[in-house]
T-cell receptor, first 112, second 115 residues
Framework: TQLLEQSPQFLSIQEGENLTVYCNSSSVFSSLQWYRQEPGEGPVLLVT?????EVKKLKRLTFQFGDARKDSSLHITAAQPGDTGLYLCAGPTQGGSEKLVFGKGTKLTVNP | DARVTQTPRHKVTEMGQEVTMRCQPI?????VFWYRQTMMQGLELLAY????????DSGMPKDRFSAEMPDATLATLKIQPSEPRDSAVYFC???FGTGFGSEAFFGQGTRLTVV
């Protein structure tokens, strides 16, 4: 069974600080996705990384896929209260690329 | 603004009652997913459909759960009889199902409480 472990589980920081959250697995994934979920809403896709070593930037968010395609990280620069939410990583299962397995997420709180 | 619509948003029911959750996927999407989210387990895939045909329901307790797509604009998830352990947020998502990297668009979820 492919599992995605996310750390830390909770993170509370002040506005303006930088942070990194992690998504790790013992399995190789063909791609990984990052979602953000706000309270009372469904997850919204932020990015998909496909190539080992790939780095993608989305404004203040930087996503990296590990060289071995077993892990990924999300770095946020100068965090803002609007970044508050649950950050989930997800990857396709071996049984079918449309089936996603999700990590349990990192709950980020950015205090003003 | 295309979005996945789920009804009801909230449902409180007594143990043993039937619960039906509905989902209207985004027009044109050919893949529909049902997920369940709890604090303990996170997001778990229950079932999914492509072109209205069920492809996988291995994540679903089949003795009480059933999922159907009567037409391209409606997906349903039914629990009969409901149990307290079914309390969770149920999400429907739709997508184009073109392979890896396909984006899943999620609805706002149905928060189910079984007492």
């Amino acid at each position: 069974t492919q599992l995605l472990e996310q750390s830390p589980q909770f993170l509370s920081i002040q506005e303006g600080e930088n942070l990194t959250v992690y998504c790790n697995s013992s399995s190789v994934f063909s791609s990984l996705q990052w979602y953000r979920q706000e309270p009372g809403e469904g997850p919204v896709l932020l990015v998909t990384v496909v190539t080992g070593g790939e780095v993608k930037k989305l404004k203040r968010l930087t996503f990296q896929f590990g060289d071995a395609r077993k892990d990924s990280s999300l770095h946020i620069t100068a965090a803002q209260p609007g970044d508050t939410g649950l950050y989930l990583c997800a990857g396709p299962t071996q049984g079918g690329s449309e089936k996603l397995v999700f990590g349990k997420g990192t709950k980020l709180t950015v205090n003003p | 603004d295309a979005r996945v619509t789920q009804t009801p948003r909230h449902k409180v029911t007594e143990m043993g009652q039937e619960v039906t959750m509905r989902c209207q996927p985004i027009l044109g999407h050919n893949t529909v997913f049902w997920y369940r989210q709890t604090m303990m387990q996170g997001l778990e895939l229950l079932a999914y459909f492509r072109n209205r045909a069920p492809l996988d329901d291995s994540g679903m307790p089949k003795d009480r759960f059933s999922a159907e797509m009567p037409d391209a604009t409606l997906a349903t998830l039914k629990i009969q009889p409901s149990e307290p352990r079914d309390s969770a947020v149920y999400f429907c998502a739709s997508g184009f199902g073109t392979g890896f990297g396909s984006e899943a668009f999620f609805g706002q979820g149905t928060r189910l409480t079984v007492v």
